[in-house]
């Protein structure tokens, strides 16, 4: 079983196209994270949404928008990206934000942006 | 400042070698929790260990051992008889502040490659 679940797991995509990065946790949480993975650098939290609402955006360009329509699906979308864009996008998820507990991450989506 | 610091960038080992990966924390906060997770190739971090500020217990999981000590802010992981399998990016990381102040900060990682 997996937990946390992402699709795709590899996306190429121009600086012009529009996509959407997909979430989905199976473990009952309330707290859902995107964060941005380049090599060389630590692992940088972009968002954070608790119960549905949104936490945390940590100063990321208006490029990328996510969305949580409800507390087991998370989105990313992205929109005219630039090449230093190209990352690993993780997503996780936790019991809520204002516990101790660990967070439980995804396979990621490897993004290449051309 | 809160920082986690793993100094260690590359590992490398033969297999059967015994392994420690550091992690050394800054916090002013007398109540945190540690954590270390694992990154293989495959890219998904896999949660390994919590272990809160008021527990000084060393803690064992077959092959995985962790020794956490507060008087010199260290959260040490050893791999015992390490296999080919252990190669990944390991990552500590510190959790630190209350209720909606919660924070999550982590280190740089540590790249492990055991070799056969």
């Known amino acids: 079983e997996t937990g946390v679940t992402q699709t795709p797991r590899h996306l190429v995509m121009g600086m012009t196209n529009k996509k959407s990065l997909k979430c989905e946790q199976h473990l009952g949480h309330n707290a859902m994270y995107w964060y941005k993975q380049s090599a060389k650098k630590p692992l940088e939290l972009m968002f954070v949404?608790?119960?549905?609402?949104?936490?945390e955006n940590n100063s990321v360009p208006s490029r990328f928008s996510p969305e949580c329509p409800n507390s087991s699906h998370l989105f990313l979308h992205l929109h005219t990206l630039q090449p230093e864009d190209s990352a690993l996008y993780l997503c996780a998820s936790s019991q809520d934000t204002r516990s101790s507990h660990e967070q439980y991450f995804g396979p990621g989506t490897r993004l290449t942006v051309t | 400042a809160q920082k986690v610091t793993q100094a260690q960038t590359e590992i490398s080992v033969v297999e059967k070698e015994d392994v420690t990966l550091d992690c050394v924390y800054e916090?002013?906060?007398?109540?945190?929790?540690l954590f270390w997770y694992k990154q293989p190739p495959s890219g998904e971090l896999v949660f390994l260990i919590r272990r809160n500020s008021f527990d000084e217990q060393n803690e064992i999981s077959g092959r995985y051992s962790w020794n956490f000590q507060k008087s010199t802010s260290s959260f040490n992981f050893t791999i015992t008889a390490s296999q080919v399998v252990d190669s990944a990016v390991y990552f500590c990381a510190l959790k630190f502040g209350a209720g909606n102040n919660r924070k999550l900060i982590w280190g740089l990682g540590t790249s492990l490659a055991v070799n056969p």
């Open positions: 916090t002013r906060d007398t109540t945190y929790y």
């Open positions: 949404y608790n119960f549905k609402e949104q936490t």
